[in-house]
């Protein structure tokens, strides 16, 4: 017998109505004779009563410490909300904190690191025949605080606890049929991968595309476990992340328009630009960093510098400037649209191929940067449907 861990996302563990469906991916898995270790996220996305940001909504004076206390009741409150329907259903179940699990954290309220886990009562469950259910997103520290380890973290806590009790998979259950060429919100047209590498989807996961969290990718790929997203409200087969063999064929001339396998985004994005900028003005960006500024994109020319970062840093990166007396332009409102594809490295055009394909449809490139897999474009947050869909048929997806 195999064990499977299956996490559950806030959509899928919504209502009562929903969570048929999540028993449903539970039993099925046991009737196959897996032992299923189940992580479920809070309850419901933005608004919802027991959602994250509602809870925090309730007491907006809380310091870090307090916070994480908070935001951790939302996962407990869904966790025995589905033990209960479970147990109706006539199967055992056993709610377990993230404590209770044995995730152990660094005292980094907020966005916390497990550096632990020990996996005692979740195997000891297994033993009893019990369906261990684990509250996703948090864990304890050594000083025995409940924390947090930042948003998207059930993902993570999937993919650890399954690293930890040596699981056959890891079953990421959400809204959406897979992982696909493009977040669905955006390009409806989007299509479902059906399998993909873990450095692929880790740089997708990395450029924005919300469907799964980048740590959890690492850590499974660390673990050597097969990593599968799935739709809870439908039976298809999903997306299977594992070690694909390094593609093969090398790119012939004129396939350029093959090497791109997705397009992910990140919005909320700002622009900076110091024009005007002395060769002295470099001694901001410790200042930035000193702060806690993560910058995205950036760029620097003699008399120019040019950077991105997310919204939340807008006031950071506004109070240094201002400190170092420097002038500035904002541009809020932006996109990254970023095209991912691991067989691009080396292939020539593909950059040109992207300028000329925006420039033609009137839309203004802002920035840029790249790596050897990636290609990133700063754009305006107005543009971006425009953009991935003309991306995403010229590079034939
Ligand atoms: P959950 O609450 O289940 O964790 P999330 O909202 O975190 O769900 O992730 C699922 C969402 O990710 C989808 O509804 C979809 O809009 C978004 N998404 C972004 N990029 C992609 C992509 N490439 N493929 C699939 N979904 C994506
Ligand atoms: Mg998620």
Redo the contacts with the bound molecule.
């Keep these: 017998m195999g064990i499977i861990v299956q996490k559950f996302?806030?959509?899928?563990v919504a209502t009562d109505e929903t969570r048929l469906n999540v028993i449903d991916k539970i039993t099925a898995a046991k009737e196959k004779g897996e032992n299923v270790v189940v992580v479920v996220?809070a309850m419901g996305r933005k608004g919802s009563p027991y959602a994250t940001d509602t809870l925090l909504s309730l007491a907006p004076h809380l310091g870090l410490r307090e916070k994480d206390l908070l935001m951790s009741c939302g996962e407990l409150i869904s966790a025995c909300v589905l033990a209960s329907q479970l147990t109706e259903k006539g199967h055992e179940a056993r709610v377990l904190t993230g404590a209770q699990a044995g995730i152990v954290t660094n005292d980094n309220f907020g966005d916390a690191n497990i550096i632990a886990v020990n996996p005692g009562e979740i195997t000891s469950c297994l033993a009893d025949d019990v369906i261990p259910i684990i509250t996703g997103f948090q864990g304890i520290s050594e000083s025995g605080n409940v924390t947090t380890i930042g948003r998207?973290g059930?993902?993570t806590t999937a993919a650890i606890v399954g690293e930890a009790i040596k699981a056959d998979g890891i079953e990421i259950y959400?809204?959406?049929n897979g992982?696909?060429t493009?977040?669905?919100?955006v390009f409806p047209q989007?299509k479902v991968i059906d399998n993909i590498s873990y450095s692929e989807v880790f740089q997708?996961a990395d450029s924005g595309?919300?469907?799964i969290h980048p740590r959890a990718v690492e850590v499974a790929r660390r673990a050597g476990i097969p990593l599968y997203i799935k739709n809870t409200f439908s039976n298809d087969e999903g997306t299977a992340i594992l070690h694909c063999p390094k593609y093969e064929s090398t790119v012939l001339e004129g396939e350029v328009c093959k090497v791109i396998t997705?397009i992910?985004h990140k919005n909320n994005r700002i622009q900076f630009i110091l024009e005007q900028s002395s060769m002295e003005d470099v001694t901001i960006f410790p200042l930035l960093a000193d702060s806690g500024v993560s910058l995205d994109i950036i760029n620097i020319f003699p008399d120019k510098k040019v950077f991105t970062v997310d919204s939340k840093h807008f006031n950071g990166v506004v109070k240094v400037l201002e400190q170092c007396n420097i002038h500035y332009t904002a541009i809020k409102d932006c996109s990254k649209v970023t095209l991912i594809g691991e067989r691009m490295t080396g292939v020539p055009g593909v950059m040109a191929k992207i300028i000329t394909a925006l420039q033609n449809e009137n839309i203004p490139l802002l920035q840029t940067a790249d790596s050897l897999t990636t290609i990133a474009c700063l754009i305006y947050r107005k543009d971006l449907e425009r953009a991935v869909d003309v991306l995403h048929r010229i590079f034939e997806i």
């Excluded at 996302?9 to 899928?12: E, F, I, V």
């Design positions: 996302g806030g959509t899928s996220s998207g059930s993902d959400t809204d959406v992982i696909m493009a977040d669905p919100r989007a997708m595309a919300k469907v997705s992910a």
